[in-house]
């Protein structure tokens, strides 16, 4: 039996951790304090696979792995989708709440709640929703958004579950690791790319995609972090990167970039 380390953002019951037990239930998770731990733990090969969360059905993008996609060495191999549902959560008894803590991203998520129910209340970001939980359980006058299995774990009391903004919160995180998937003909496939500075210059590079006849699911712009207002391109597209019609498509591409950097092909989430 081979045995697997899988590293993840801690800690154990955040939703990081979730999305690590569903896509590696026999696997040896490794808890990090940080999506850019994750990616060093499988560039140094301490793990075999990281799961990181990718992008949210209602806040978007999470920018921190994107730029850590762009610059570190590794492959996506996989994703997964896992509903996200927040709890807020407190010391039991607690009287008055003057701070709520959690992930940026999950207080974005709960935004028009908060407003409502708890106006006067600061908000503090968090490294994850389980490190907030964790901190709140030493807190007499404040409370946490996380989920509900974070509860019991940290001896917080659930004072209100559901609070997300929209119900269809779905959080989409992928496997990264240093080697590609296998290819299948129902792959899809991630990149960047970075345009040549010239009029028309995007639209040379998509040309080639619609000339294939590749669908084209997701497309946005990043900082390159090399100079100010310098940019590269996140897209997202059906395909493996070893059919014909994509790697003419790719090949295209590059008469037009001075960057193409294949981030993988690897299973839609479900399939």
């Known amino acids: 039996m ?14 990081s951790h979730n999305a ?17 731990n994750v990616f060093d733990t499988v560039e140094s090969k301490e793990a075999e696979f990281g799961v990181v969360p990718l992008e949210n059905s209602t806040e978007g993008s999470v920018t921190s792995t994107l730029d850590l996609l762009l610059s ?4 996506i191999t996989g994703e997964l989708s896992i509903r996200v549902v927040h709890c807020l959560l407190a010391k039991s008894g607690i009287k008055k709440i003057e701070k709520i803590y959690s992930h940026p991203q999950a207080l974005s998520q709960c935004e028009k709640w908060l407003r409502k129910n708890y106006p006067k209340a600061r908000l503090v970001g968090s490294s994850s929703t389980a490190s907030a ?9 404040a409370a946490a958004i996380a989920s509900k299995q974070t509860a019991p774990k940290f001896g917080l009391e659930i004072l209100e579950e559901g609070i997300q903004d929209l119900d269809f919160n779905e959080t989409r995180f992928v496997v990264i690791g240093l080697k590609h998937a296998e290819p299948a003909s129902n792959n899809k496939t991630t990149m960047f790319f970075a345009l040549k500075d010239k009029p028309g210059g995007l639209f040379d590079c998509l040309k080639g995609f619609k000339d294939s006849n590749i669908n084209l699911t997701r497309l946005e712009s990043r900082p390159s972090k090399k100079e100010a207002w310098n940019y590269v391109f996140f897209v997202e597209f059906e395909g493996d990167q070893t059919e014909p019609r ?17 981030l993988g092909s690897y299973p839609k989430a479900g399939e």
């Open 133 to 141: 939980a964790e901190h709140t359980a030493k807190l007499d006058n």
């Open 20 to 36: 690590a037990l569903k896509a590696f239930p026999e696997a040896e998770l490794v808890e990090v304090e940080s999506i850019h």
């Open 72 to 75: 570190h060495n590794v492959f």
């Open 246 to 262: 994509v790697k003419k498509a790719i090949e295209e591409l590059k008469k037009y970039t001075v960057l193409v950097k294949v």
């Open 2 to 15: 081979i045995f697997l380390k899988v590293s993840f953002l801690g800690p154990a019951t955040s939703f």
